[in-house]
DNA sequence: TTGAAAGCGATACCAT
DNA sequence: ATGGTATCGCTTTCAA
């Protein structure tokens, strides 16, 4: 037998709206009978339905995660306890919690109907894999709370967290030449994926503002001054391929920069194999620290990607959006930095 | 403004209880008033609240998956998606969702009230390190429905499921030693830990029941039967530190089973370093497949072990216990059973 | 087969 | 400062 609201007015003989104002710690009610109704609710072991309450505030304290279960993803792999890990930090101290909202089953279509028609959350948190451009934009017209973990380009409306890959990028390539390597390709990653091409658009940064590349460029041979970049899906087959494709180029790149830590240990494989020696003859850098750059052989120059702060952002821009009514207009993207994380892998004796 | 279930009964022209029986497929409706509301419902994109459902229905249709954000767990930053996706794949099916409970703030007294009493989730799943006998107990006593992921030896009235650590041990060295390694350690883990004890366990039980041992112990030398067993907390550190101890040993065992990933990358870093050669003067083995096993130098033989297999034995078992009124009483522990990945890391050239 | 009315367990407005 | 009552959106008897 639960308990409810009415159970403790009879006992504390009083009217249920005073045990409810006390429940909410209402400032007309006097702290002689709050503290009275409150003895009875602690003997009684009281403890208000949550549902009862969110049907009549009308507010479900909840907010959704979305994810794909058809669809494996390396990254939520690696990062997912992270992310709800940051999610949480900043939505649990506001009394919302987290549902997992898994569209493998319901699709695409009905999934806004399912979610948001239902009331089930108050706002939804995905990926921008997930969240494609048409659904960002009926989430727009329901004015319904979301943000994408992920950027989404081009379109201002929409909104968004990401770690700031193009900054990122140009970190990592900038810390290769100043490192003394004057030739870095980037290799992996997908043509029109937006993480692709932030990284790449950062790495032809870095080159384009190094003046020490410049003068190499004399001794080093010709370079190609907007950097080599060769696509491939992001796995270990294609780290060994494309390294294969880099060494047999003419001017063969002194260092790599790898789009992840499998396309990084298919590279270093292949470079070990053909008794390339690393960091001092070609030096090899890479995105996430997770789940393998501390552990290779040499270990892996890394940019480290903060998943908590990502899943923390997220959770503060999509709480800034519900609480949006009363306040100021809320800025739409965020960037999180990384940071660089040097290893033995970049670790080339100075000239 | 939202459509609630008055505006089909407005717009069809029937009473509000019939759409609500409509909504459940009620055999006593008839079909051609059920065609009838359904395409109003259609029609005005109406999606019922769910949580004025749950109230009515007095059931969440919720299960919560506890986790303790305050501590790190190498484990669940490795399994976290596969275990969610695992839950999710049975519940998601019967209308269930799934909530993340961070007990961080809550504490271990509150949150069975908060939780429980305050009827947010129908049951609950967590790991042993939070589920402590007591709270087994509270929650037995008070008859609702909970799964541990990972075991609670001893207590029989528990319920919990979790990875065949002993089967998955015996199999683990049974292959060395099939394999012709005659001595094999065990390294990394503490005692006192089920999941240590249960891995030893399973070591000795292969130990015990392999005859081929017994005739290598005359060429061996003195093997001591119940092998050797060092313990110590399970990351890189004490992997190296022990492997010293090992080889300091008057037997120096020929092989090595690993409590974790970083136990094992540490034993292989030291015996590099020592040019112990791997796999012929010593193999060494780990549990788990995540994140390292195939990756390291050599690859690493692991214990593969089925963590979306696992979450979706919790999810049943949850389900089962919540649906247990109207079922037989449902067995209270499974063995999810792991599977051996054999790589070069024990290829040892056969005599 | 359908409808009217009483819950489910809280909140919130309006009296007192 | 407190109490009475309608309400939130749906389910569930019980009549008709």
Same mark, same amino acid.
């Given at each position: =037998? ?81 992310? &709800? ?44 894999? @997930? ?9 727009? *017209?329901?004015? +319904?709370?979301?943000?994408? @973990?992920?950027?989404?380009?081009? =379109? ?35 043509? *029109?994926?937006?993480?692709?091409? #932030? ?12 003046? @020490? ?20 899906? #992001? ?10 494709? %880099?060494?047999? %180029? ?5 260092? &790599?920069?790898? =789009? ?12 070990? *194999? ?12 890479? +995105? ?16 480290? =990607?903060?998943? +908590? ?8 821009? %999509? ?7 009363? #306040? ?24």
């Amino acid at each position: =037998m639960k308990i409810t609201i009415n159970d403790i007015a009879k006992a504390a003989n009083v009217a249920k709206s005073t045990v409810s104002k006390v429940l909410n710690d209402a400032p007309s009610i006097s702290e002689a009978t709050k503290e009275k109704v409150r003895a009875v609710m602690r003997e009684m072991n009281y403890e208000p339905s949550s549902l009862a309450t969110r049907l009549a505030k009308q507010k479900g304290y909840n907010v959704g995660l979305v994810i794909d279960l058809s669809r494996q993803s390396d990254f939520l792999n690696a990062s997912f306890y992270d992310i &709800i890990g940051g999610v949480e930090s900043v939505i649990g101290p506001l009394d919302y919690e987290l549902t997992i909202c898994n569209i493998e089953h319901v699709g695409r279509e009905r999934f806004v109907s399912r979610f948001v028609l239902g009331r089930k959350v108050d706002g939804l948190i995905m990926d921008n894999s @997930i969240l494609t451009p048409e659904l960002a934009g009926e989430l727009n *017209g329901l004015k +319904f709370p979301y943000v994408s @973990i992920g950027e989404i380009p081009g =379109m201002a409306s929409l909104c968004w967290v990401d770690i700031n890959n193009r900054r990122g990028a140009a970190m990592l390539t900038s810390h290769l030449l100043a490192r003394g390597y004057s030739n870095p390709a980037f290799i992996g990653g997908e043509r *029109g994926d937006p993480m692709f091409e #932030a990284r790449v658009a950062g790495y032809r940064d870095a080159l384009a503002t190094d003046e @020490i590349r410049g003068k190499k460029a004399a001794e080093a041979g010709p370079l190609v001054p907007s950097g080599i970049v060769l696509p491939g899906y #992001a796995n270990e087959a294609n780290g060994r391929r494309l390294v294969r494709e %880099l060494l047999a %180029l003419p001017n063969v790149p002194d260092a &790599i920069i790898c =789009m992840s830590n499998l396309v990084a240990f298919g590279a270093l494989e292949e470079l070990r *194999g053909r008794g390339v020696s690393i960091p001092d003859e070609m030096g090899v850098a890479t +995105f996430d620290n997770r789940p393998l750059a501390p552990f290779t052989t040499p270990p892996l120059t890394c940019l480290d =990607m903060d998943t +908590f702060a990502l899943g923390a952002a997220a959770g503060e821009m %999509l709480m800034a959006q519900i609480n949006e009514a009363e #306040a100021a207009p809320v800025s739409r993207r965020r960037w999180v930095e990384p940071k660089l994380a040097v290893r033995r892998s970049t670790e080339k004796e100075m000239t």
